[in-house]
Structure formats: structure tokens, C-alpha cells
């Protein structure tokens, strides 16, 4: 124990994540190996949604072979001796959880509300009508459409892999796409796995996969909201003294 309250301050690893539940869900986090198990779940539940008292963590090496199980919440990580590139395993041990049931993952499962276009039409105000109101105070407005390669030469130097820092809000990420989307209009997007569960999706917008992440980390924005660079993983706790 001695020798791991000498560990220098910036001693850390970095260990891909993964989930019982979600099998989308994938991070590669990087931790102090003075962090105790308590906190390493602390971070994690606000990451993947499962509880603290519900979480249980499984270590394996980069053979995939079992290291140990984080049973002590008290224990620092380095406890375990956990290397750069070992996998730390997530299992969600409450049959309720958030987790559980797939429909973080399929949005098929969610029961999704329907109205018909006969009672749509009845509401005072709707997105149909106000539609209709402003082309009838601007009827040229409809007809001005974006070029297709509408910000493109933005795009040089956004490539899929970079780091990236998206505004409004200043949020992290990692871009998963870059291209047009026509579904999304005319013009070229960006799609970004945010490193927090700061986005809209997992990567499928209006029934179009463009990439894959972990559910509520997907955005897909203009270019001009994108700045490209050494973006490197906030740690929350990095302002929090102990």
C-alpha cells in the first residue's frame, strides 16, 4: 500500500470501456491509477447510465483474458494493476435498469406518438401552417434552395479520426463522418461521436445511419460548428480537489 501512495500525480492509463447491456457502447477513457473504484464508477454511471450500487467491474488484459473483478470500492485503480489498452467491463446488474431491455440501442422498441394529418390540421398552430404562413409573406423564400456543395471547402481538413471541439457549447468529440447528407438538406455535414452523452443520437438520423457510437453521443452539424485539433477527453473531475 506504501508504495502506491508514492505513485506520481500524473500516473494514469487508458482502458477501453464496455457494457453489458449496450453493445454499441465503447470509450477508450484514460484514468489516474490513484482514482479509487468508488470514482472510477462515479464517472462511468454518467457515461453508460448504470448505477453505482448496480455496477459491477471486470478487468482484462489486451488478450482478453480476465485480470480481476473491481470488487473494493476503497482500492485505488492502480490496485490492480490495470495497463494501457486493457478493457474495463461494465455489468449492469439490475434487471430494471435504463440499460437493460435494448431500447437504448433500437429505437424500433420505443413506443413512438402518431397523430393523424386530420387532427394535426385541427391544432391552432402547427409547423404546417406556419410553414404556409411565411411563404405567404415571402413567396420567393421557397424557392431559394442551397447549392449541393454548400460549404465543402470547409471540409479540407476535417477528416473522420480527428478531435474536434463543436460549437455552440464547446463540446468534445471525434469526427465519424464527414460528406452530404440528404437527408439532413443540401450542402456537406459533419457527424461527431461526442465524448459525453451531450448529442441527439447514436449515429441514425431520420432512418439513415451515417456512423455508429454509443446512444446520445451522435450530433451532425454544419462545418463552420467544427474546429479540428488537439482536443484531448475532459476529465471531470480535473477541478474537483480531493
Not at 8 to 20: E, G, K
Not at 162 to 168: G, K, N
Not at 199 to 207: A, E, N, P, T, Y
Given at each position: 500500500?506504501?508504495?502506491?501512495?508514492?505513485?506520481?500525480?500524473?500516473?494514469?492509463?487508458?482502458?477501453?470501456?464496455?457494457?453489458?447491456?449496450?453493445?454499441?457502447?465503447?470509450?477508450?477513457?484514460?484514468?489516474?491509477?490513484?482514482?479509487?473504484?468508488?470514482?472510477?464508477?462515479?464517472?462511468?454511471?454518467?457515461?453508460?447510465?448504470?448505477?453505482?450500487?448496480?455496477m459491477q467491474l471486470k478487468l482484462y488484459d489486451d488478450t482478453?483474458?480476465?485480470?480481476?473483478?473491481?470488487?473494493?470500492?476503497?482500492?485505488?485503480?492502480?490496485?490492480?494493476?490495470?495497463?494501457?489498452?486493457?478493457?474495463?467491463?461494465?455489468?449492469?446488474?439490475?434487471?430494471?435498469?435504463?440499460?437493460?431491455?435494448?431500447?437504448?440501442?433500437?429505437?424500433?422498441?420505443?413506443?413512438?406518438?402518431?397523430?393523424?394529418?386530420?387532427?394535426?390540421?385541427?391544432?391552432?398552430?402547427?409547423?404546417?401552417?406556419?410553414?404556409?404562413?411565411?411563404?405567404?409573406?415571402?413567396?420567393?423564400?421557397?424557392?431559394?434552395?442551397?447549392?449541393?456543395?454548400?460549404?465543402?471547402?470547409?471540409?479540407?481538413?476535417?477528416?473522420?479520426?480527428?478531435?474536434?471541439?463543436?460549437?455552440?457549447?464547446?463540446?468534445?468529440?471525434?469526427?465519424?463522418?464527414?460528406?452530404?447528407?440528404?437527408?439532413?438538406?443540401?450542402?456537406?455535414?459533419?457527424?461527431?461521436?461526442?465524448?459525453?452523452?451531450?448529442?441527439?443520437?447514436?449515429?441514425?438520423?431520420?432512418?439513415?445511419?451515417?456512423?455508429?457510437?454509443?446512444?446520445?453521443?451522435?450530433?451532425?452539424?454544419?462545418?463552420?460548428?467544427?474546429?479540428?485539433?488537439?482536443?484531448?477527453?475532459?476529465?471531470?473531475?480535473?477541478?474537483?480537489?480531493?
Open positions: 500500500m506504501a508504495s502506491l501512495l508514492h505513485l506520481p500525480a500524473d500516473d494514469s492509463v487508458q482502458l477501453l470501456v464496455t457494457h453489458s447491456n449496450i453493445k454499441t457502447f465503447s470509450a477508450e477513457i484514460r484514468f489516474s491509477l490513484q482514482t479509487t473504484v468508488e470514482v472510477v464508477k462515479d464517472k462511468l454511471w454518467k457515461k453508460s447510465g448504470t448505477a453505482m450500487d448496480s482478453g483474458s480476465k485480470v480481476d473483478d473491481l470488487n473494493e470500492d476503497s482500492r485505488p485503480l492502480g490496485f490492480y494493476s490495470p495497463n494501457n489498452g486493457y478493457r474495463l467491463h461494465i455489468v449492469d446488474l439490475d434487471p430494471s435498469s435504463v440499460t437493460s431491455g435494448g431500447w437504448l440501442e433500437d429505437t424500433s422498441l420505443v413506443e413512438k406518438y402518431t397523430i393523424s394529418d386530420e387532427a394535426y390540421n385541427k391544432l391552432d398552430s402547427n409547423v404546417r401552417k406556419f410553414k404556409e404562413k411565411m411563404v405567404s409573406q415571402n413567396p420567393t423564400a421557397s424557392s431559394k434552395k442551397l447549392p449541393e456543395n454548400y460549404m465543402e471547402d470547409l471540409c479540407v481538413n476535417i477528416k473522420v479520426g480527428d478531435r474536434c471541439e463543436v460549437e455552440p457549447g464547446a463540446k468534445r468529440g471525434v469526427i465519424k463522418f464527414v460528406g452530404k447528407a440528404e437527408a439532413l438538406g443540401p450542402g456537406f455535414w459533419v457527424g461527431i461521436q461526442y465524448d459525453e452523452p451531450l448529442g441527439k443520437h447514436d449515429g441514425m438520423v431520420k432512418g439513415v445511419r451515417f456512423f455508429q457510437c454509443p446512444p446520445a453521443h451522435g450530433g451532425i452539424v454544419r462545418p463552420d460548428k467544427v474546429k479540428v485539433g488537439e482536443f484531448p477527453e475532459r476529465d471531470p473531475f480535473e477541478d474537483e480537489e480531493i
